[in-house]
């Protein structure tokens, strides 16, 4: 079976790109930031 989560880069091996690491991060933030405000208004409109 191959391996799930891969493991991180040895020192020898190039990086992605700026952009592509970037986009990751800007994505992951943006994902986590709106989870965030769904949740918090689910919780507000149960309160009201």
Same mark, same amino acid.
């Not at 391996?3 to 493991?7: D, K, N």
């Given at each position: 079976m191959p391996?799930?989560?891969?493991?991180p880069p040895g020192p020898d091996e190039a990086q992605p790109p700026l952009w592509k690491r970037l986009g990751w991060f800007l994505g992951i &933030?943006?994902?986590s930031t709106l989870a965030t405000a769904v949740? &918090?208004?689910a919780l507000k409109a149960l309160l009201v």
């Open positions: 391996a799930i989560i891969e493991p &933030a943006l994902a949740v &918090a208004y």
